[in-house]
């Protein structure tokens, strides 16, 4: 039997184009480090509560339009969200069985291995860091998962009355 979706394609791409919002915002030369992915996490978010409407294409469509508005080579974040909705899919029947914790794990894990391949093109283009403090990113975006997938889940309840 087919799942039914709740969510209206509307609300996911509000939600999607807030997070996009979010992750230009500008902070702190200090702070930058600190910024959680909110772009992946809405990704993750949706690839696994609605999988037939959301995939691989939203995380191209987003990719592109964070190129364009932060001005990186045309495709670099496109080739990473698209991976990013890629591995959502692979790991979609399992994550969704589990807890909140080990979620959160598997988000870090998830965006960690986005981050480095992000690195790696940045370094092909000459942006090259030895640090690992871009992981940073990742491990606050784990973080937050638990409060930001309750929360989200809420309002999806709160729509499909």
Request: hydrophobic share 60%.
């Amino acid at each position: 039997m087919p799942r039914v979706s709740v969510t209206p394609l509307v609300v996911i791409w509000l939600t999607l184009l807030l997070a996009l919002c979010l992750q230009v915002m500008p902070l702190a030369d200090g702070w930058q480090v600190f910024r959680p992915d909110w772009l992946g996490l809405m990704l993750i978010y949706w690839c696994m509560r609605e999988p037939d409407q959301v995939g691989v294409f939203h995380g191209f469509v987003l990719g592109i339009l964070l190129d364009l508005i932060e001005g990186t080579p045309l495709g670099q974040h496109a080739i990473l969200f698209s991976l990013l909705a890629f591995l959502c899919a692979l790991v979609y029947a399992r994550f969704r069985a589990y807890s909140l914790l080990q979620q959160a794990l598997l988000v870090l894990v998830l965006l960690g291995i986005v981050q480095l391949v992000d690195q790696w093109l940045r370094s092909l283009v000459g942006d090259f860091s030895i640090h690992l403090a871009f992981l940073i990113s990742s491990a606050v975006s784990a973080v937050l998962w638990p409060w930001l997938a309750t929360m989200f889940a809420a309002l999806q309840r709160r729509f499909a009355r």
